[in-house]
């Protein structure tokens, strides 16, 4: 299938892209790995020239990427304004700390001296994902060429406009040729990119599913993988939580992005002294959300990024309630034109109950009654997943308690503030391995070297 940018509010096709053929996949590696041969011996300094260039220019032109993310995925607009400034940042953020991360370290052996020194691997094979079509490649791209690697990205084929878009801003920023270079090919071609002996790491955000064959395709090659993958993340509410700041959290952390984002709060489970009312405040204001065209800065409920996305939550929806569910609200397509759909809550899941296990990639919230400290923590814990979580209590103690016991990447007390660029992204189970941002985010491609020196005579 080619690479379609469709228009979510509208349904129309905006522009077709064909598969790159087998003589460009071949010429786009080969470019990459002469370019390599050459950024690998530039300084910080000169790197840091080019990457915080091009965020310049990311900021500057904020507004037009971010209509593109509108027009291709249904990003509300304030939204992908956000998402592009933030990706700006981060690649600003690199710029300035790259060379600290990466400096080398002192150790204090017996006898001698020796240090741990850092050197990029190479080409990097990066497949990316459409909910944050600009974001998730900068926090791939800030961290990977200031480490002096160079990256061939494949991004996701509903956001072919985004993923040109950025491929130019690395050359206006006045990267050499193949340091950031866009691949429009399909997953068959992508077998081929991870086979290619000058591929020496393999970076996926995505599905469970996609990780799964990305990384036993990388582990065969035995080339260095990290996985971001789904989430479906514990929203833990307990009794002496404020509600007044709680429940602003409850729906942006399930609506944000149009509830299309691997850590969204998706499992609500709530102590059942204040659950009556918790729900009747969270229905509430999830029902003045306004539905309408995502370019309108008055829309607060967006269409899904895909028809074929709408289409697989319904039936996530329907047998959810085949097997038990019961909807409290929602739970169908909205009447109007685009792929939009109610906003959802559905309770009295079973254990049985697929949907128990299943992430909700969308605007469903999971809702959960629990008797103690010990019944919320233990629901959150059950879970095929492990990317996030959050807690919400007026006493921070009592949140990091349960924090410390809830198995996952990340925890939040009192917040949903899922990303900082000094702040390390990544998850456990089947939500991943490897950490994006801050110093981590860095460390994952690189070789760490001992270099040992000492004047003692060799034992014997």
Same mark, same amino acid.
């Given at each position: ?45 000169? =790197? ?18 971010? =209509? ?27 710029? !300035? ?6 400096? @080398? ?35 791939? &791209?800030? *961290? ?11 991004? +996701? ?18 990267? @050499? ?19 290619? @002996? ?19 395709? +990388? ?21 002496? &939580? ?5 429940? *602003? ?22 102590? /059942?002294?204040?659950?009556? /009312? ?29 028809? &074929? ?41 079973? @254990? ?20 103690? !400290? ?28 349960? &924090? ?39 460390? !994952? ?16």
């Amino acid at each position: 299938m080619s690479y379609q940018s469709i228009n979510p509010y509208t349904g129309k096709t905006l522009k077709t892209f064909e598969h790159s053929s087998t003589t460009q996949l071949q010429q786009s590696l080969a470019t990459a790995d002469s370019c390599f041969s050459v950024w690998k011996h530039t300084s910080f300094k000169e =790197r840091a020239a080019i990457v915080a260039r091009a965020a310049q220019l990311l900021h500057a032109q904020f507004d037009d990427f971010a =209509r593109l993310a509108t027009l291709e995925m249904g990003k509300l607009i304030n939204e992908a304004r956000a998402e592009v400034k933030f990706s700006a940042a981060i690649l600003a953020y690199y710029a !300035e700390h790259a060379e600290s991360f990466l400096k @080398p370290v002192k150790l204090n052996p017996k006898s001698g001296q020796a240090h741990m020194e850092c050197s990029p691997l190479g080409v990097l094979f990066c497949v990316e994902p459409w909910n944050f079509p600009f974001y998730q490649l900068a926090r791939v &791209a800030g *961290p990977q060429l200031m480490a002096g690697n160079v990256i061939v990205v494949k991004h +996701a084929a509903c956001v072919p406009q985004c993923a040109i878009a950025f491929e130019k801003l690395w050359i206006d920023a006045g990267a @050499p040729l193949g340091a950031y270079t866009n691949l429009l090919i399909s997953y068959e071609q992508s077998n081929i990119v991870i086979d290619d @002996p000058r591929i020496k790491g393999v970076a996926l955000t995505g599905s469970v599913t996609a990780g799964r064959a990305v990384a036993a395709r +990388a582990g065969q090659n035995l080339k260095k993988s990290t996985m971001e993958l789904g989430g479906s993340d514990a929203f833990i509410v307990l009794d002496d &939580a404020d509600m007044d700041k709680t429940i *602003p959290w409850a729906v942006w952390g399930r609506m944000y992005n149009g509830g299309q984002t691997c850590c969204a709060a998706k499992r609500f489970i709530v102590l /059942e002294s204040i659950a009556d /009312e918790f729900i009747t405040k969270f229905q509430q204001a999830l029902s003045g959300l306004t539905p309408g065209d995502p370019m309108d800065e008055s829309t607060t409920h967006g269409p899904l990024s895909s028809e &074929a996305a709408l289409l697989q939550l319904i039936k996530q929806v329907e047998v959810a309630v085949e097997h038990g569910a019961r909807v409290l609200m929602g739970g169908k397509r909205l009447d109007r034109p685009g792929s939009f759909m109610e906003v959802t809550i559905l309770t009295d899941i079973k @254990p049985d109950n697929p949907a128990f296990r299943d992430e909700f990639f969308g605007p469903v919230v999971s809702f959960y009654r629990v008797k103690d !400290e010990a019944a919320a923590i233990a629901l959150a814990n059950d879970s095929d997943f492990g990317l996030g979580g959050s807690v919400f209590t007026k006493d921070p103690a009592r949140g990091q308690a349960i &924090a410390s016991q809830v198995d996952t990447g990340m925890m939040f007390i009192n917040n949903l503030d899922w990303a900082d660029a000094d702040l390390p992204f990544g998850g456990i189970k089947n939500s991943g391995y490897g950490r994006e941002l801050g110093d981590m985010g860095i460390q !994952e491609f690189v070789n760490k070297k001992l270099v040992r020196t000492t004047d003692g005579t060799a034992p014997g």
